[in-house]
Every structure is written in structure tokens, then in C-alpha cells.
């Protein structure tokens, strides 16, 4: 099926390394026409067949240079800790003390605004394109599914929220405990 930015608000795509170049015109087209895609880890680094590439086929859209080739694949991450602020759309994020491990230290922005950096490299990165938007997180969401339950996911949960309430989508009901924070751990039906 057709990937529709009416149907489906925002896509959150982690760890996608592999991508074919079909991929990578339906994730512009859906972008263009006002999806909201994040995507974390090294996204293009590899072809859909697995292929290291010698450029990555993403960055326009997300709005940053990335390292290609055997360069991208051997660098080191980098652990810190930073402050995440700005806004996604309309929805403005200040977190601070936000402890990451960078996926890849040599990104830059182009187009892309930092909401953060560690070690001069942008953590969360977005990008208005057409209709849409990108957010690139140079770290990775796995923490948030493996340890939901830890007040130290809370940056994460709260730049999820922040791509969700900018693209439009709204939950039918909210769980907010006394102070107005959110929940961890809730899901509501």
C-alpha cells in the first residue's frame, strides 16, 4: 500500500540502517505531503539489499550531512549529556540533563534546526520540508522500549510526545499525575 501522510500522522522508524530507494522517495513523498517521520540510529547508511553506501540518501530530507562508507560504519559514539530545547512545530521542548550516547559525532546540520548537541554534535535534529517535518535523533530510541518504566527515558518520551502533538494527532483522553507530568508506563485504551 501507499504510505499516506492523511492516514498515517507521524511514523516513527528506529534503527533503519537498511533502505531501499523506493523507501527513500515514499518517505519523501509522505513527508512532502505533511507526515511527520522520526527516525533514529544511522538511517541510508546501508541499501535495502544491505550495501554500504557512498552517500546517504536521507540527509536532504532530514536536513543534516552525514558520514557515508566505511567511515560512518567504524566511528565511535559518544556518551553526554545535554539539554534539549526549541520546539517541534508549535510544541516547544526545555529538557535539561538529558544523558544520551550519540550515535554518530560527525553529522552537521544543513537545513535542519539542533534542539541539542553532545560533544558539538546535534542530537535531535528537525526539519520542516513541504507540508511535513523530520526529526532525526542521533541516539537511540531502544532505551525508551527496554526500560520504560525508568524516570531516566523521560527526554525520550517527552520528544515523542512533542512529534506527535505537532503533527495534529490528538489522544481521546490524557493521563497526567498531580503535578502535570506525564505517566510512565501508560497506556490508555
Do not use: K, W
Not at 72 to 98: F, K, M, N, R, Y
Not at 158 to 174: F, M
Amino acid at each position: 500500500g501507499r504510505l499516506s501522510a492523511d492516514e498515517h500522522r507521524v511514523l516513527v522508524l528506529p534503527v533503519t540502517s537498511c533502505i531501499s530507494d523506493d523507501m527513500v522517495r515514499a518517505l519523501q513523498a509522505y513527508v512532502e505531503a505533511g507526515g511527520t517521520l522520526v527516525v533514529d540510529g544511522r538511517p541510508g547508511l546501508l541499501s535495502g539489499q544491505g550495501r554500504i553506501r557512498d552517500s546517504r540518501p536521507l540527509d536532504d530530507l532530514l536536513g543534516v550531512a552525514s558520514p557515508a562508507g566505511m567511515e560512518a560504519i567504524t566511528a565511535e559514539t559518544q556518551a553526554g549529556e545535554t539539554a534539549i530545547s526549541g520546539a517541534v512545530g508549535e510544541v516547544p521542548l526545555d529538557l535539561s540533563g538529558v544523558p544520551l550516547r550519540v550515535f554518530e559525532t560527525g553529522i552537521t546540520t544543513t537545513d535542519g534546526t539542533a534542539l541539542g548537541e553532545v560533544g558539538g554534535a546535534p542530537v535531535a535534529i528537525v526539519n520542516e520540508v513541504g507540508e511535513g517535518r523530520t526529526i532525526l535523533l542521533n541516539f537511540s530510541l531502544e532505551p525508551y522500549e527496554s526500560r520504560r518504566a525508568e524516570v531516566g527515558v523521560r527526554p525520550i518520551q517527552e520528544v515523542l510526545v512533542a512529534a506527535v502533538e505537532a503533527a495534529g494527532v490528538e489522544a481521546p483522553a490524557s493521563v497526567m499525575r498531580t503535578d502535570g507530568s506525564r505517566p510512565l508506563c501508560v497506556q490508555t485504551v
